[in-house]
């Protein structure tokens, strides 16, 4: 199977990834400079081609650069409107993906990117399935991630040992799956390994999985392999949440189950207004929320409790500026 990892770039040299990677493709950021064999270049991306190579040792690997490490989140947005992120989605499908995975992306709403939506539309359309990492802000501001974020992406969210949630992973009510993202051992650029924490890893292992789950039945649909990866993950406590999905990914059991895959249909059809929910499968209603971790309430209560305090001192100084204009 093939797997494209678009990243930072990668070192092809490295003995993890040296004679393994296909194709290296164009560099779509090309802003910073930076060329193959420099210091600062393909930090990140080394990492990941390490870690899908590691679940998918066989796995055909292709890679272009849409994202540097300087700036990991940074979302270009070119004067044709297509970002590099993008033209990396429809050369992955070009040049025969059978899988992407995007450690990357940032950003809130206001980020997100027409370009991209349309990429990995046309990428699911034609068979590739994509997985994205959820995004590293959970302990933070817990922003939103796109591409995570975007309905045909399988958004993959970081546990830590024992299964559970790692404290930096991003809650999102559309976190598909999660796998592990905690000190995994990966390549580095410059050569040896390191830890990695982060959703990034995640996605990586997960993609490879994904890999061997079509090396397993290559008719698998992208509906039908988000279907098994969820089915046979290990369920949180109360079902699918927001913190893990459908639970951490139990790679043996999905496997297996890819040899004998649901139906699922995906064809258009009108909403009659009775349905709780659209999409198969996960079940998960659109209309209710489950309860989310006390540390996270408090810091999100924090949150609006200090900007309703902004609010009303605004409010105080521009009342007292009208009065001293009216006297």
Do not use: W
Not at 44 to 66: E, F, N, Q, W, Y
Not at 208 to 224: F, I
């Amino acid at each position: 199977m093939t797997v494209a990892v678009l990243d930072s770039g990668i070192n092809a040299d490295h003995p993890a990834l040296k004679g393994r990677v296909a194709k290296v493709g164009p560099d779509f950021f090309n802003s910073d400079g930076l060329r193959p064999g420099d210091k600062g270049y393909g930090v990140h991306g080394t990492a990941m081609v390490s870690d899908v190579l590691k679940v998918a040792p066989k796995a055909r690997i292709i890679t272009a650069r849409v994202i540097n490490d300087s700036h990991e989140q940074e979302i270009l947005r070119p004067k044709d409107g297509v970002t590099p992120l993008a033209k990396g989605i429809d050369f992955a499908v070009k040049n025969g993906a059978d899988v992407i995975s995007l450690s990357l992306g940032g950003g809130l709403f206001s980020d997100l990117a027409s370009s991209e939506v349309g990429a990995a539309s046309r990428a699911v359309q034609q068979g590739v399935t994509i997985l994205a990492g959820a995004g590293n802000s959970g302990d933070e501001t817990n922003e939103g991630n796109f591409p995570a974020g975007y309905p045909t992406v399988i958004a993959v969210a970081a546990t830590q040992p024992g299964g559970t949630r790692a404290d930096f992973s991003t809650v999102r009510t559309h976190n598909t799956i999660a796998a592990p993202g905690v000190e995994i051992i990966s390549a580095k650029n410059t050569g040896g390994y390191s830890g990695v924490d982060g959703t990034s890893p995640a996605t990586a292992l997960a993609s490879g999985v994904t890999a061997l789950m079509l090396a397993k039945n290559p008719d698998l649909t992208p509906a039908q392999t988000r279907a098994i990866l969820m089915r046979t993950a290990q369920a949180p406590p109360g079902g699918h949440n927001p913190l893990v999905g459908a639970g951490q990914i139990n790679a043996a059991a999905a496997v297996r189950a890819a040899g004998n895959p649901p139906r699922i249909d995906t064809a258009p059809r009108p909403y009659k207004g009775k349905m709780k929910h659209f999409a198969s499968p996960s079940g998960t209603s659109k209309i209710s929320h489950p309860p989310i971790e006390q540390g996270l309430l408090t810091v999100g209560l924090g949150a609006a409790g200090g900007g309703l305090l902004l609010v009303v001192c605004g409010l105080l100084l521009a009342l007292r500026k009208k009065q001293r204009v009216a006297m």
